[in-house]
């Protein structure tokens, strides 16, 4: 295989990208990636004062005109799709098939936002008022500030970046300091869609290589009404502090801890694959990964030993090849979190199996069946380890489904009607995303993504989510002559 920072140098040629200096080390290989500059105090105010600009023009376009430069967008990302998904895959270590897959994931939320132009509705209302109209207007609100993360390098902002550009809002985007040349190449095929729209102003789109600082300063500042940041909880309770002090807006997507309920009715051949996929996938990179499994005591001890032996025997290795299925973790640190979780887990009594280090960042995804739910259990590791845990009644599956502060994804595995809608129902999961007979992760862009609690209540994507991306307006028209007031109220001159 070539080197991994030699594939990613054709790649950015190919895009025609001159990078700068030397960058991160690639977690497939080790080798150092190019660099690139980075933008500074003077940058961003630069970029956020030709954002403001430029929402004065983008705001006057046309929805269905706003719509035509993302469906642009959405071509020139089908003709990339390869080398884009390439260099995700050499950046963050996901297999080709989730880098190509992430890609694919833009194309669709740019097939969503282009027929979303035409669809920015809002209601009529019947007015108590005789010869009155009431309707609700929904205007663009300005510049949105988007801070995502290494996982989905470039899908996430594109969920953002296409609703806020049909929504008639500039864009500034600061990406991970660890996956930049993704968002650099990401946003180069923005840049060329851009240039030769001519209703498109300059500094619609804006790409901030930087540190924590640059992060800090976007989000403090005023005149970026919107801030959508995907991440930690502990990024995001700073980001929705600061944004809520100056009275802005955040969409927050944070921590997920992802649980699944496998019931004793359950089809053990599906479970196997959905917990396999939802937990080791993307190396359990994902804020939807699978980490808690609820097993009932019935189908425990069969489930459990067929989930270790495909664990054991799960192809780990270099991203590219198509046979593995589990590239590397981001970096040492993730590495080291999973080896401090681990032996967590192992003092309080837990049982550990797999989990070691196959060689420098790519490890063997561990079991750790608990006894009961911990604080290491109820904390999220951004790693490949499945808490297991035993459960006898359906309402204790729930009960310790719900005992975490996080509330992204949830799902249950069983062919019993009545338990698949208790768990969807107001007393079952209490997470943004519920699944029936499938794993918590992968979600499509068609629906609201988002979770409760401590995922930071926001919502991306499909369904209304484009709402937070633009102010409502409610509007009352008197087309009489006389001037009745609301609640009977009288005012007579
Ligand atoms: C994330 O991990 O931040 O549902 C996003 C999924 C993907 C998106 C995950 N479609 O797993």
Redesign the pocket.
């Known amino acids: 295989m070539i080197q991994a920072a030699k594939d990613a140098k054709a790649i950015l040629d190919g895009f025609g990208l001159a990078a700068k200096g030397e960058g991160r080390a690639s977690p497939v290989d080790g080798s150092i990636m190019p660099g690139l500059a980075e933008c500074d105090a003077a940058g961003l105010e630069k970029a956020i004062a030709a954002s403001a600009r430029a929402f004065q023009t983008w705001r006057a376009t046309p929805g269905p005109v706003r719509g035509e430069l993302v469906r642009r967008f959405g071509e020139i990302l089908r003709a990339n799709k390869e080398p884009l998904g390439r260099l995700v895959t050499l950046e963050s270590g996901k297999p080709l098939s989730e880098g190509l897959g992430e890609v694919q994931?833009m194309i669709d939320i740019c097939d969503f936002a282009v027929g979303l132009s035409r669809q920015l509705y809002g209601l009529t209302i019947a007015s108590e008022r005789p010869d009155h109209h009431m309707r609700e207007m929904w205007h663009p609100l300005g510049p949105v500030g988007i801070i995502s993360?290494f996982?989905?390098p470039v899908?996430?902002w594109a969920w953002n970046a296409a609703l806020a550009l049909v929504c008639g809002d500039p864009v500034l985007w600061k990406p991970s300091e660890k996956t930049p040349l993704s968002a650099f190449a990401a946003e180069a095929l923005l840049q060329k869609v851009i240039k030769d729209f001519e209703p498109a102003p300059e500094g619609l789109s804006a790409l901030l290589i930087g540190g924590a600082d640059i992060g800090e300063a976007l989000v403090k500042d005023a005149r970026v009404p919107l801030i959508s940041a995907?991440g930690s909880t502990r990024m995001g309770r700073a980001v929705g502090t600061a944004v809520a002090a100056r009275f802005g807006r955040s969409l927050l997507?944070l921590g997920g801890n992802a649980a699944t309920i496998v019931t004793s009715s359950a089809d053990l051949d599906l479970a196997l694959r959905a917990i396999a996929f939802g937990a080791a996938g993307t190396s359990g990179q994902?804020?939807?990964t699978l980490r808690r499994l609820i097993v009932h005591a019935d189908v425990y001890d069969r489930l459990v030993s067929r989930l270790k032996a495909a664990f054991a025997s799960i192809s780990i290795g270099d991203p590219r090849e198509p046979g593995n299925l589990i590239g590397p973790l981001i970096d040492k640190q993730a590495l080291d979190c999973m080896t401090r979780a681990l032996a967590s887990a192992r003092a309080a009594g837990g049982t550990v199996t797999g989990g070691e280090t196959v060689r420098d960042l790519y490890v063997r995804p561990a079991i750790a069946e608990m006894r009961a739910q911990t604080d290491i259990v109820r904390e999220e590791t951004f790693a490949p380890i499945l808490y297991v845990m035993r459960y006898s009644t359906f309402d204790e599956a729930v009960a310790l489904l719900r005992d975490v502060p996080q509330g992204l994804s949830s799902s249950i595995i069983t062919r019993d009607l009545s338990e698949a809608e208790r768990f969807l129902s107001a007393k079952g999961s209490d997470c943004g995303i519920a699944n029936v007979n499938m794993g918590p992760?992968?979600?499509e862009i068609g629906g609201a993504?988002g979770g409760e609690k401590e995922t930071g209540g926001g919502r991306e994507s499909g369904s209304d989510a484009w709402k937070a991306y633009m102010r409502r307006q409610t509007q009352s028209i008197n087309y009489g002559s006389t001037l009745p007031l609301a609640q009977g109220v009288k005012f007579d001159l």
């Open positions: 994931e993360a996982n989905f899908a996430v995907t997507e994902r804020c939807t992760s992968g979600a993504f």
